[in-house]
């Protein structure tokens, strides 16, 4: 068998620790709702409503109980916090309401990946991502900074948002001709309600219609607003990193460029093969983003091993590690990479061994520390539950325990978002950094022609 044939067996084979595979429990009869029947609330006079409401919490303290990393569960004692939080999820209307009632009650175990998440946000923003789908969308995300105030902050490369003009850090003001706060376009990404200092984060819902209006503001002394017209279209976020792939030209020199959405699927690998392969032959460095989401360890290693050895790893747990041919070229020239606060899980054990092994310079923010093993489990309402099942410390050079511990960036850049204009800090810097690095060698040499057939690569 062919190395990259035992690259994808192992693909399917192991446990995808960072919200790769979707785990559907099975209710016992010894459920937490069974166990506590609440503290002076009478759940016998509770209406069909609010009954379903209840179904939903036993159903995510029940995956809790079952498959938390923790078996302690952080010191929480699980029948208690039913019984305070019975009467609020009785009494909160289904839906959003109901979740950022569940949501707070996460918020008390203070882990990462533990949130309740809109069905309509896991089917089609988050499933695509891990079979390589595609759904029709607008193509961009929004942040509440500050009260009221929704800045542009993530825009998929050659998505509709991005070919409408849209601009990172653009200042939402309206929607449909509508202001922001409370749209009911707006759709809540899940956020991580046990980690300190988030700011709400939303996906955009394609309008009726099929044409997004928005009213936005680029420069913060504007007086008139920029008025856009968005046609959603079919992507995802392993398209956009095929997208991404570029070719910097700067001061003389040639530096290739890739943004990673996630590792989620092994597009992701194919992408960077494929680039390794062609478009960044005659590059004189690399710069490799990292910002956004984790995804699974296997890719995440596949995309580690142009630069640097990765560390072994074990098919199932209790097995013991193995290194892993991931049949990938080989780069040697420089390469820098780029973090921010929002570089999460995968991305931080990715940061970690970088670091560790001294491959290239880590531009950006610190990392989150927002590291633990995740899975979804569905609720019966039809929502999600992220939860973490596992502690992944042995993916991490040295065994580094990366929960709650932020990886720190050797060249400290502080990304500017509001009102940006499109400008990415964080990038210009990495820029300049990998220009240091290549402008006093030689350029590459180019490769001899007779390198035998060439294996297409697919996404």
């Not at 990292?290 to 995309?303: E, Q």
């Not at 780029?338 to 560790?356: F, I, P, T």
Request: glycine share 10%; hydrophobic share 35%.
């Amino acid at each position: 068998m062919g190395a990259y044939m035992k690259y994808r067996l192992l693909f399917l084979l192991v446990l995808c620790f960072f919200g790769l595979s979707v785990h559907s429990p099975t209710l016992a009869q010894d459920t937490v709702a069974e166990d506590q029947a609440g503290a002076g609330f009478d759940e016998s006079k509770l209406t069909d409503a609010q009954k379903k409401n209840i179904e939903v919490l036993d159903g995510m303290l029940d995956v809790i109980r079952r498959g938390f990393y923790d078996k302690k569960f952080g010191g929480h004692d699980l029948k208690q916090m039913r019984a305070r939080y019975l009467k609020r999820v009785a009494m909160a209307e289904p839906g959003v309401p109901l979740h950022e009632v569940l949501r707070e009650l996460l918020g008390e175990f203070h882990v990462s990946h533990l949130t309740v998440m809109e069905g309509e946000a896991y089917t089609d923003h988050f499933a695509p991502e891990m079979d390589n789908s595609k759904t029709s969308q607008v193509g961009f995300d929004i942040t509440e900074l500050d009260k009221g105030e929704f800045f542009v902050t993530d825009i998929l490369t050659g998505g509709a948002a991005d070919k409408a003009g849209l601009k990172r850090g653009d200042r939402v003001i309206e929607l449909e001709g509508k202001p922001v706060s409370g749209h009911d376009l707006l759709l809540d990404a899940g956020g991580d309600p046990g980690l300190p200092n988030q700011h709400p984060h939303f996906f955009i819902r394609n309008p009726a219609d099929g044409t997004l209006n928005i009213s936005v503001q680029r420069h913060a002394q504007d007086k008139d607003l920029i008025e856009l017209e968005i046609k959603p279209s079919s992507i995802n976020m392993i398209q956009a990193t095929k997208n991404s792939v570029t070719i910097i030209e700067y001061e003389g020199r040639k530096l290739g460029y890739i943004r990673f959405w996630h590792f989620l699927h092994d597009g992701m690998t194919s992408a960077l093969k494929r680039a390794l392969k062609k478009e960044w032959e005659m590059c004189d460095g690399l710069i490799i983003d990292l910002r956004g989401r984790g995804g699974s360890p296997n890719v995440m290693n596949a995309c580690f091993a142009p630069f640097g050895d990765p560390p072994p790893m074990s098919m199932f747990r209790g097995m013991p590690p193995q290194k892993v041919d991931y049949n990938m070229p080989k780069w040697d020239r420089p390469v820098v990479a780029l973090q921010d606060a929002g570089s999460r899980s995968a991305k931080e054990v990715y940061a970690h061994n970088w670091k560790y092994l001294d491959i290239g310079p880590l531009v950006g923010e610190s990392t989150p520390g927002a590291v633990l093993g995740s899975t979804f489990a569905p609720l019966p309402d039809g929502s999600y539950l992220l939860y973490p099942a596992q502690n992944v410390r042995d993916l991490a050079y040295g065994k580094t325990e990366l929960e709650g511990n932020p990886v720190e960036p050797t060249h400290p850049v502080k990304d500017l978002i509001q009102y940006a204009a499109g400008q990415d800090t964080i990038k210009e810097a990495g820029i300049k950094v990998l220009y240091e690095k290549v402008k006093d060698l030689p350029p590459p040499k180019k490769e001899s022609e007779d390198a035998g057939p060439e294996e297409e690569e697919g996404f």
